[in-house]
C-alpha cells in the first residue's frame, strides 16, 4: 500500500486507488452502488421530515398552534418556527463535521438519521393550542430544532459521502445521488401531504395533520438497516493509512479554507433561499393571493419531485461533460424563468399553470444548481477537512437564506397582498444575481481536484 506523506485531495487518491473501499484497494462496482443507496435513502428520510414541515407550517400550523393570532401573523409565526430549524443546522453541521473528519463519515449519517426521524415522529403526537393553549408552541420549537440540528449533520456529510466512493470521471452524477433521495424525499411528503389536504377540514385539522410525520417511523426504521451496513469511504481509509493529520483545529481549517468556504457559502445562502422560495413562499402566495386550493400546490410539489428525481441525475451527468459552474448558472436561470411565470402570467385559481411553475423550479432549476453544487463543494476541499468545510459553509449560508427567505417573503405578502408581485420577483433576482456573480469568481473544478492544495480554490476568470 502506498503511503502518503502529505495531505492529497480525494481526486489524486482515486486515480491512485480509484476509491478503493480500502486504501490500496479498488471498490466494485456493486460496492459503490451499495453506497450510494445509503446515502440516498436515508437523504430522502431526512428530506421527507424536513418539506412535510415547510409544507404543514405554510398551510396548517398557523391554525393549530397559533389560534390566537391574525391569519397573516400567525402564517409569519408558523413560518418563523420553520425558521428556527434552519438556525439549528450550522451548529449540527459544525459539529457532525468535526467527528466526521476525525472520526469517520458513517457514524454522522446513522446519528444525524435517528435524530431526525425521532423528532419527526414525536411532532406527530405533539399537543396543539386547544389541548394546551400557546404552550403548545414551545414543545413544536424544540422538535424543530432537533430536526435542524440533524439535517445540518446529514446532508453535507451523506454529499461527501458518495463524492468520496465516485469514480472520479462521474463525481457529478455520483454526488448528485444524494440529492436523488432528497427529491424522494419530498415525493413521499408531498403524497402524505396531499393525503391530508383531500381530508375534511375538521379531520385534517384534528388527528390528520398527524399521521404523514408518525408514519415517517416506517421510514427511519428501514434506513437505519441500511445505513448499518455502510463502510467508510476509500478516502477517509488514505487518509488514516497515510498518515494525513486528522485533528485540525477549527481555527486551523478556516486559516486553509476561508476563500472556498467564503464562495460556496455564497452560493448555498443563494440557492436555499431560492428552494425555500419557491418550497414555502410560493406556496403561500399561491394560497393567499392566486386561492389555489391546498391540493393544487401538493399536486405541483408532487410533479416537480417526480420530475427532480430524474433530472438531478441528468444534471449532475452533464456537469461531468460541460463543468460545474455551466450546470449551476442554468440552474438559477430557470429559477428566475419559474417566478416570472408564477408572478406576472398566473391567474386567480390557475393550479395547472403553478404547477408547471413548481416543475420548473424543482424539477429544473433546484435538480441544476444542487446536483452541480455537490461535486463543486466536495472538489474545493481536501479529505482531512472536506466535511467540516463543505458543511460548515453550506449550512451557515444556507440557513440564513432557507430560513430569512420566506418570513421575509412572507412578510411582504402580509403588508402588500396582491401586490406583492414585483417585491417577489425583485427578491428572487437579487439571490439569483449574487450567485451568479460568486459562481463565475471561481474557477471550474471539474477533473482538478487533485490540482488542489489544501481548502484553496483559485479566484478569477475561469478556465
Sequence with gaps: MRQMTKPSSLGSYAKENDGGASAGRTPSNAARVRAAIAAMVGTMLEWYDFTLFTLFSA???????????SPEIATVLSLGVFAAGFLARPIGALLFGRIGDKYGRKNVLVASLVMMGTATTLIGLLPTYAQIGAWAALPLLALRVVQGFAAGGELGTAITYSAEYAPPRWRGLWAAMPAVGNFAGIVLSALAFRWAVGLS?????SWGWRIPFISGAAVLILGIVIRSGMHETPAYIAKDSGGIAQHLTLQQVLLRAWKP?????????CANGTAYFFQALAANFASSVLMISRVGIANGTLLGAIGGMFTVMMFGALSDKIGRRPVMIIGFMLALAAAAILFFFLKTGDAAGFAVVVVIALAGANAGYNSAINSWGSELFTTEIRLTGMSFSREVAGSLGGGLVPVVGASIIAATGAGASRYLFALLSALIGIAVIAILMTRETRGA???MDIGEVKLGPGR
Design 449 to 451: 481536484a487533485s490540482d
Design 261 to 269: 468556504m467564503l464562495i460556496l457559502g455564497i452560493v448555498y445562502f
Design 201 to 205: 377540514e375538521e379531520e385534517l385539522f
Design 59 to 69: 398551510l396548517v400550523f398557523q391554525r393549530i398552534f397559533f389560534v390566537s393570532s
